[in-house]
């Protein structure tokens, strides 16, 4: 079966074929048409307007159909027109209208177009932006008008001035029996300039950290390119996927050169995941980072006919210890002689099932050893040397805390580090040690070893 082809005459030029395809049952959309491009922006223009320009598209290879050019009308919007440099802007891309409607009977179901695109940004400053979409659009009816589609991203404004937004390429992806991808690019970029504004001096100092991701979009277990620029030279920078405001569990690392440069590759397998970010530290701090860049889980979530689709949920838990026992029994040592009299700390469990970014620290301290008639032993003769151990599985490494003496001050037994992913279980033990003076009194001493998770 051939794509259908619709034609249209505008008054006063020549007859032009808007041509669209389909690749019925699969559901590949081509946006394209013919049409003139729009006049360049005002040098000094601050209000978003929606432009026109040529784009080269071109269809799933499964449409059987050639590449296509046509005209894209698209518009630029920012939440402040106004920032200071310094300042994160959104950025909302949309293109206004398809060049044509639906050329086919076959109606497309709601749901299964995820846009992704780039922002052309010049002027004061230059770079990419990248833009995503949600995988939401209305029922498309056979011979129906395509809906307009909005992609948001965000960039942070580096230098004072005019900064001007101009719209790229974009990419349509398809969930609909298959996962297509239909890319349309800007045939003579940049093109118009859709959106002006007016960055002024901040005052203060400037994160001019950067990241560019290779793709907006791609499948779960992915991996996507991942450049960053103006990082710490030699630093280790955590690439990371975001979902909204908190992290997920794809992360990867890569280390800037001399230049504070680095590349790296991020597999995002998280099927919420909304943004990637790069930092550097233990967690995402936005003073050290850069980010987050629009980035889309493509594929799955559709139901086909006849089938049910299952949902579960994972719940966060508590941070929570556990002891082997209660009391433990030193070895005696002999009058006169004092030493050391050993034991073995009752194994503590730490189970981490809150599924945040956040480690956790066990910490322990003692009370003097009374004795008969009130004699006693100082809280600092007694001394132990920890060890931890994480279940296999366990996102935590677990680090036992050192050896030494224990004390009424307290020291720490083992710990985990913060991260964008922690938790697990984990077994703690330790050596003990108390010094025993010589000539202590003889009979029975005993103290109390207190602690406290965090």
Known sequence: MSPAVRRSDSPGTRRRSRRWAAAL?????????????????????????????????????????????????????VDNAAPKVGDTVTVTYTVVKPAASNPVDLALPADI?????????????????????????????GKGEFPSFSMTGTFT???PGQITLSPGDYNIHTSYIMELDTPCTVTDPPAPVSQTILATDGGGQVNERAIQLAAASGAAGDQVGVTGSKFTPGASVTLGGRA??????????????????????LTVNDPATTAIVAYEGEAWDAAKGAGPQAYTVTGGGETPDGSQKLTSTVKAGTLSMTQAGD???LSAVDFGEGGASTGALRTV?????????????????????????????????????????AKAGSPSTCAAGSEGPVGSAGATLASTPNGAFTGGEFTVDAGLSLDVPAYSATGTYSGVLTLTLT
């Open 244 to 265: 909204g405001d908190a992290p997920t569990g794809d992360t990867a690392t890569a280390t800037a050169d001399g230049s504070g440069a680095f590349t790296g590759q």
């Open 25 to 77: 049952g699969v559901g590949a959309l081509v946006v394209t048409g013919g049409g003139l491009l729009a006049g360049p922006a005002q040098a000094m223009a601050t209000a978003s307007v929606a432009v026109d320009f040529p784009t080269h598209c071109i269809p799933p290879a499964i449409a059987g159909i050639p590449p296509i050019d046509g005209t894209t009308s698209a518009q630029i919007s």
């Open 157 to 159: 404004v580096t230098a």
């Open 113 to 141: 177009m995820t846009p992704t695109g780039k922002v052309t940004v010049a002027g004061a400053q230059s770079a990419d932006i990248t833009v995503a979409g949600p995988k939401k659009n209305d029922p498309v009816p």
């Open 349 to 389: 469990t730490v189970k981490d099932f809150r599924g945040g970014p956040a480690g956790w620290s066990l910490t322990g301290k003692v009370t003097d050893f009374k004795g008969p008639a009130g004699a006693a032993i100082g809280a600092s003769a007694l001394g132990w040397s920890p060890a931890c151990t």
């Open 327 to 329: 009391s433990v029994e």
